[in-house]
């Protein structure tokens, strides 16, 4: 699969709007640069993976916008070597962001087709170290818990006490959480055994944080 001259022409644009808009963790804007966001998109669409706007991967799904995985990834504050969770695989991109920040990864998606090519290309591509789950998110990973960061990156009308669970002491947990079309960004850190301490970051729009698995027919 092709990443050509021009492709990287088009990434380095993008990672200047970031820096722009506020990103300034150049380790993020390098992991932006060193992946081929087209080959994340259906090949007729590869002309949009480089522009700052979420975009449809069919099954009614989609990969957020560069901003907000920056901006999700940033709230973060990923060290290499972190045991990080991520609910909502889709199309795999934040995980590899994730990768080149040097994290172990664990990432869960509940729509089995998407699942299974998600998984191929993520072969292709060389990010086969990512660990994928065909689940449903809300019952996190229990076996391989507690994680230093979990990541939610579908929109949760509440805060699932399973992933709270799951948090090691000092982790954090970045999800979008709202009751309409918009969610606010939270970032909650697990203080102790039972507390935690949230702040928030702003209004997004995510697509829907689903109970239960959507399998093939
Ligand atoms: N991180 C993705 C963004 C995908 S959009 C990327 O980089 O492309 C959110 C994803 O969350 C969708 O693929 C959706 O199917 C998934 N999702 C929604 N509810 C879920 C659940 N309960 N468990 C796992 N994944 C879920």
Same mark, same amino acid.
């Given at each position: 699969?092709?990443?050509?001259?021009?492709?990287?022409?088009?990434?380095?644009?993008?990672?200047?709007?970031?820096?722009?808009?506020?990103?300034?963790?150049?380790?993020?804007?390098?992991?932006?640069?060193?992946?081929?966001?087209?080959?994340?998109?259906?090949?007729?669409?590869?002309?949009?993976?480089?522009?700052?706007?979420?975009?449809?991967?069919?099954?009614?799904?989609?990969?957020?916008?560069?901003?907000?995985?920056?901006?999700?990834?940033?709230?973060?504050?990923?060290?290499?070597?972190?045991?990080?969770?991520?609910?909502?695989?889709?199309?795999?991109?934040?995980?590899?962001?994730?990768?080149?920040?040097?994290?172990?990864?664990?990432?869960?998606?509940?729509?089995?087709?998407? #699942?299974?090519?998600?998984? &191929?290309? !993520?072969?292709?591509? $060389?990010?086969?170290?990512?660990?994928?789950? *065909? =689940? %449903?998110?809300?019952?996190?990973?229990?076996? #391989?818990?507690?994680?230093? &960061?979990? !990541?939610?990156?579908? $929109?949760?009308?509440?805060?699932?006490?399973? *992933? =709270? %669970?799951?948090?090691?002491?000092?982790?954090?947990?970045?999800?979008?959480?709202?009751?309409?079309?918009?969610?606010?960004?939270?970032?909650?850190?697990?203080?102790?055994?039972?507390?935690?301490?949230?702040?928030?970051?702003?209004?997004?729009?995510?697509?829907?944080?689903?109970?239960?698995?959507?399998?093939?027919?």
């Amino acid at each position: 699969m092709a990443d050509l001259y021009r492709h990287r022409g088009l990434r380095k644009a993008l990672v200047d709007g970031l820096r722009n808009k506020g990103i300034d963790d150049e380790r993020i804007l390098q992991a932006i640069m060193n992946i081929p966001r087209h080959l994340f998109l259906d090949k007729a669409f590869a002309d949009w993976a480089y522009k700052d706007v979420p975009f449809p991967i069919g099954h009614e799904q989609t990969i957020s916008q560069p901003f907000t995985v920056a901006f999700q990834t940033k709230l973060l504050e990923v060290k290499a070597k972190d045991k990080i969770l991520e609910i909502g695989t889709g199309s795999g991109y934040q995980a590899c962001v994730l990768v080149e920040m040097g994290a172990k990864v664990y990432t869960i998606e509940r729509v089995e087709a998407l #699942f299974h090519k998600t998984n &191929k290309l !993520l072969q292709e591509l $060389g990010y086969g170290m990512v660990r994928t789950f *065909l =689940k %449903d998110g809300f019952e996190g990973l229990p076996r #391989f818990a507690p994680f230093d &960061k979990i !990541l939610v990156t579908c $929109g949760a009308t509440a805060i699932p006490q399973s *992933l =709270k %669970d799951q948090l090691k002491i000092g982790g954090y947990m970045v999800i979008p959480v709202g009751q309409g079309e918009t969610q606010e960004m939270i970032r909650l850190t697990r203080l102790s055994e039972t507390e935690f301490q949230k702040e928030t970051f702003g209004l997004f729009r995510f697509v829907p944080f689903l109970k239960g698995l959507e399998k093939l027919h």
